[in-house]
């Protein structure tokens, strides 16, 4: 089942928690870690999964210390459909997700649209909220169908990474966190 629920503040001290988790286990392999997707922006509606992009200078690396990451209880999934990505999730004792890493290059295109779109929508509280109440629409109208919960916001996710990166490119984007 799909669950989106009101933003909880409690989501960025678990981000810190298993960042600094992934940290230890992985060592100089992580260059950078961010908080991204919606439980990472205060004003919308999320699914209670911490998404956290991982940077790494080289994926043959991070690939390498993948046992580091199983051993830490993460499901290794490899691209996952995302060419230049590594994905990994974990879930808890239910087998509901916790948190999932989508881990990219230094330098990458996608490094700089998560971080692009989650910014802007820290910048834009309305939007965000906006954001947060086509998910909930979307987890109520196809609670069992994840691809029709996807599709659903994909024109709006794409229209607004599009709007995030132009703003970012232009100077408006505030320091990221």
Not at 46 to 66: C, F, G, R, T
Not at 85 to 91: T, V
Request: charged share 25%; glycine share 6%.
């Amino acid at each position: 089942m799909i669950l989106v629920v009101d933003h909880d503040p409690g989501w960025g001290k678990m981000f810190e928690k298993e960042a600094s988790r992934i940290c230890l286990a992985l060592s100089d392999t992580v260059v950078q870690v961010h908080h991204i997707g919606s439980t990472a922006i205060a004003h919308t509606k999320a699914k209670p999964v911490i998404d956290m992009l991982l940077e790494v200078n080289l994926l043959e690396s991070l690939d390498q210390k993948s046992p580091s990451l199983e051993a830490l209880g993460y499901e290794v999934k490899g691209e996952f459909g995302i060419p230049g990505r590594r994905y990994f999730r974990l879930s808890d004792a239910a087998g509901r997700r916790t948190h999932q890493i989508h881990a990219f290059e230094v330098g990458s295109q996608n490094v700089a649209r998560h971080i692009a779109f989650r910014d802007y929508m820290r910048a834009h509280p309305s939007i965000a909220v906006e954001y947060g109440e086509l998910k909930e629409r979307l987890a109520r109208a196809s609670p069992n169908d994840m691809d029709a919960y996807i599709n659903g916001k994909d024109a709006f996710v794409k229209e607004h990474e599009r709007l995030a990166l132009i703003w970012r490119s232009s100077g408006n984007e505030q320091a990221s966190a």
